[in-house]
């Protein structure tokens, strides 16, 4: 199996900054896309960003021009660079990957990170 492992998350200002990390560790063949999801209290989980092994990336629209993805193929790593935070951030990001993994085949999952909250407050 995977686990994703996340970092980075914290309490931060308006206009601030925060860089999200989640490692992926276990039987790994490859890594096709990684991604980040938020929740926030009382509402449904929404994708933020997601980026394929090509490193083609996409956004929702709330962090165009201020969020970046990245992806560090030879640590499993996924980055999430968080720029100009306001309120509407706060929520726990979730990291989300498919990933290749040996068993006694080749298969391809999807794997889910716990969590880590992020708060935007003055």
């Known amino acids: 199996q995977v686990q994703l492992v996340e970092s980075g998350g914290g309490l931060v200002q308006p206009g601030g900054s925060l860089r999200l990390s989640c490692a992926a560790s276990?039987?790994?063949?490859?890594?096709?896309?990684m991604g980040w999801y938020r929740q926030a209290p009382g509402k449904q989980r929404e994708m933020v960003a997601r980026?394929?092994?090509?490193?083609?990336?996409i956004y929702t629209d709330s962090v165009k021009g201020r969020f970046t993805i990245s992806r560090d193929h030879a640590k499993n790593t996924v980055y999430l660079q968080m720029n100009s935070l306001n309120s509407e951030d706060t929520a726990v990001y979730y990291c989300?990957?498919?990933?290749?993994?040996?068993?006694?085949?080749?298969?391809?999952?999807?794997?889910w990170g716990q969590g880590t909250q992020v708060t935007v407050s003055s």
């Open positions: 276990g039987s790994i063949f490859s890594i096709y896309a």
């Open positions: 989300n990957a498919d990933v290749d993994v040996f068993t006694n085949r080749i298969r391809r999952g999807n794997y």
């Open positions: 980026i394929i092994s090509d490193s083609s990336a």
